[in-house]
């Protein structure tokens, strides 16, 4: 007798979700003393929350469907992870960030406004497939950023330093979860497609252009080659 395995995660791992003191970073410098690197990364903590607990929007209601107890266990796991990553992010955003950049809270409100349209008016395996994209991209960044962590964070503020590996580490400990619920619920390859389509053009490509742009003109880099080519 064949059992039909639904989860592809390997060993379930829970991790505590550290305090982080952000009152002596600079927004600007955190990153090795680097401007553009460290507008790189405030511009995905900018992005992240609203997309952190949009995924669980997605999840929760689907938890009930869901018959196989190792995956229904999985989906309450990435939820009581994602909903740290988004709140410790949001905590940074606003310590530090909306009040030295005040228009990226103006951003994050429109944003989240875009997100209720798509929980409301997109089909279930779409908006599901939205989620599977996006766990994609975080696993790939998550791993290369463990993997040559001073390619990307070299001198970078300690606490900061925590906040991305702590999100990476768990970020990879629950990659599969969304694609196997996308999977167990009947979701095909087009849909997934459709869902990468869906985050690079509407969420990822905007969010980033728009952010880095704002913050590239708040300091004075927008029109300096230098700036740009440090990325």
């Not at 989860?7 to 979700?17: G, H, Q």
């Not at 009040?99 to 951003?107: D, F, H, M, T």
């Not at 580490?169 to 087009?190: I, N, Q, S």
Request: glycine share 6%; aromatic share 14%; net charge negative.
């Amino acid at each position: 007798m064949t059992i039909e395995m639904h989860s592809s995660t390997p060993v379930e791992l829970e991790f505590p979700a550290p305090a982080f003191d952000f009152s002596e970073c600079d927004p600007a410098t955190w990153n090795g003393g680097s401007r553009p690197k460290s507008h790189f990364w405030n511009t995905m903590s900018s992005l992240l929350p609203n997309i952190e607990f949009c995924a669980i929007r997605s999840l929760v209601p689907l938890a009930p469907l869901i018959a196989d107890e190792k995956l229904r266990r999985e989906v309450g796991q990435f939820c009581a992870q994602e909903a740290p990553h988004g709140t410790a992010h949001s905590h940074f955003n606003v310590q530090r960030l909306h009040s030295r950049y005040p228009k990226l809270a103006g951003i994050e409100a429109w944003e989240r406004g875009m997100y209720t349209w798509f929980a409301r008016h997109l089909p279930r395996s779409l908006f599901l497939a939205l989620f599977v994209a996006v766990e994609h991209w975080t696993a790939a960044f998550s791993q290369y950023g463990l993997e040559e962590p001073c390619d990307w964070f070299d001198g970078c503020d300690a606490t900061m330093f925590s906040l991305w590996e702590w999100h990476a580490v768990e970020e990879l400990a629950h990659k599969a979860v969304c694609y196997d619920v996308f999977r167990y619920l009947g979701g095909r390859y087009l849909s997934q497609v459709a869902g990468m389509m869906l985050l690079l053009f509407a969420v990822m490509l905007p969010g980033i252009a728009l952010r880095m742009t704002y913050l590239f003109w708040k300091d004075g880099m927008l029109f300096k080659p230098r700036a740009h080519f440090s990325l």
